[in-house]
């Protein structure tokens, strides 16, 4: 990036994450903006590293909760340097114009296929595009900063609201309290979009958003916000890859839903970053009364992964189904922590996350299912599966229950092993190589999950990137 910032060298020994690059870029923002990245910052500061577990000072800082969070990851932070990669600058202006076809990037192809188009690279907004339907029906479809001129005030409600990521009373706020790559994004936070879609509006085809890295020592610290309001329905696609495969980077991003009453959300998030990339993430979302929410999570990509996802449902009769799936391989870490908060009563979840193995990759899942004392008639379900096609491969997996109310109906379970050497055998003497044995039993693993995918183009996807991993 040229800019007289990052070339002059005292300014670097400070660090890219600095209180004076932070008043840089909340120069022409709101003032409450600025105080809550101040806040942000504030917490990022008095934090430790997760890894520094030889000191007395990860304890003294953090609770148990915090600690155990960390557990399986702790240990791979040892080789990460956050200083070492610089966020995005703001442009302070229009955005430099790509012709989405020319851009090269992956999927665009089925741009054609929906309602509005944002290309992201390197924390910049590239490209944008909304259609005549989105228009007419009063949808708001733009990058954060944009937003962030147009819409303060919604954004003001909205961004990072303290009732969803940091009120004590929920269990999965309670993690974000002490966790020094949210207080990271909160301070820093570049790149992102806004989509808002009025009452009663419905949005026939998807939209979709890629978010991409392609400079070496970059952080996306990009933020997704989705306001869906009373009986609306919309669908998003959101890609995030790199376009190189050695460029090193971090990225520390955040997600938030609102489902309001009687809404039908589809958010689908498919992550491709390259093996050198660090990947942090919390998201969250709040479902109102009667509002439906499809989540799917696919991850393929990254060195590192830390996940933190909640559906939080808030209002009587809301349902969240939450897909997960993941591929990993080399040494990849993947580890993912999830919770289902059942506030009010009659309200539903089904979780169904499944992973496979190879190499010398590592995964861990810890899932937890809370019901609240007021929410009575809670039917909630989690089932995690792992398939290990290596003998070093190893996958983590602990599912769990929290229930204070009485008339309740919660169930998990969880699995990890081997690739069945009988179906293999089978398939071969049916004339299948080994290696198209194990294709055609990974392939069958994932499908309870794809299947469940609302959206054929986002099946299609899934299954070519299955094969891609597979060689």
């Known amino acids: 990036m040229a800019d007289s910032y990052y070339k002059d060298k005292t300014k670097l020994q400070k660090g890219h994450f600095s209180k004076e690059f932070l008043q840089k870029i909340a120069a022409t923002e709101p003032q409450w903006m600025h105080e809550k990245r101040l806040e942000a910052y504030a917490l990022y500061e ?32 040892r080789a990460l340097d956050v200083e070492k990669y610089r966020p995005s600058l703001p442009t302070n202006g229009e955005p430099s114009a790509v012709d989405v076809p020319e851009t090269g990037l992956p999927g665009l192809p089925y741009a054609e296929e929906a309602s509005g188009v ?19 029906k009063g949808v708001y479809f733009a990058d954060l900063h944009t937003a962030l001129q147009e819409q303060p005030e919604l954004l003001r409600d909205y961004f990072m609201n303290k009732a969803v990521t940091l009120e004590t009373t929920l269990k999965s706020g309670n993690i974000a309290q002490h966790n020094k790559f949210d207080a990271l994004h909160g301070a820093f936070w570049q790149g992102g979009y806004l989509l808002y879609v009025p009452k009663g509006v419905s949005v026939e085809l998807p939209l979709r958003v890629y978010i991409n890295m392609s400079e070496a020592d970059q952080a996306d610290l990009s933020h997704t916000l989705i306001i869906a309001e009373e009986g609306s329905r919309v669908a998003v696609l959101e890609e995030n890859a790199s376009t190189t495969s050695d460029a ?3 990225h520390s991003g955040a997600v938030e839903i609102f ?53 939080i449902l808030e209002g009587a009769g809301s349902h969240a189904q939450m897909l997960g799936l993941a591929f990993t391989d080399a040494r990849q870490h993947l580890d993912v922590s999830t919770a289902q908060e059942h506030i009010s009563p009659h309200t539903t979840s089904d979780l169904m996350y499944r992973t496979v193995l190879k190499d010398r990759s ?29 003998e070093r ?34 398939l071969m003497s049916r004339g299948l190589s080994y290696t198209q044995a194990e294709k055609l039993i990974v392939e069958g693993f994932f ?25």
């Open 46 to 77: 008095s934090l430790p590293m997760p890894h520094t577990t030889e000191d007395d000072i990860w304890r003294r800082t953090v609770d148990m909760r915090t600690q155990d969070y960390w557990r399986r990851t702790r240990r791979f932070l």
């Open 362 to 390: 590592q995964t861990a899942w810890g899932g937890n299912i809370y019901v609240y004392p007021a929410a009575n008639h809670t039917d909630a379900y989690q089932k995690n599966d792992n398939l290990l096609l290596s």
């Open 248 to 250: 090193s980077g971090l």
């Open 118 to 136: 944002l290309v992201q690279v390197d924390g910049q907004r590239q490209h944008i595009s909304n259609s005549e339907e989105l228009k007419k």
């Open 259 to 311: 489902a309001g009453q009687n809404a039908n959300v589809t958010y689908v998030q498919v992550q491709r970053w390259n093996r050198t990339v660090w990947n942090f993430a919390s998201h969250r979302a709040k479902i109102a009364r009667d509002a439906q929410l499809c989540w799917v999570s696919a991850a393929f990509g990254g060195r590192l992964n830390k996940m933190n996802q909640a559906s």
């Open 393 to 426: 491969a190893h996958a983590d997996t602990l599912p769990g229950l929290e229930i204070q109310a009485h008339e309740v109906r919660c169930t998990h379970g969880a699995t990890a092993g081997k690739i069945d050497a009988d179906q293999v055998f089978y």
């Open 447 to 471: 499908e309870p999950v794809i299947e469940r995918v609302p959206l054929e183009s986002v099946r299609e996807e899934l299954s070519t990137s299955i094969t891609r991993k597979l060689g």
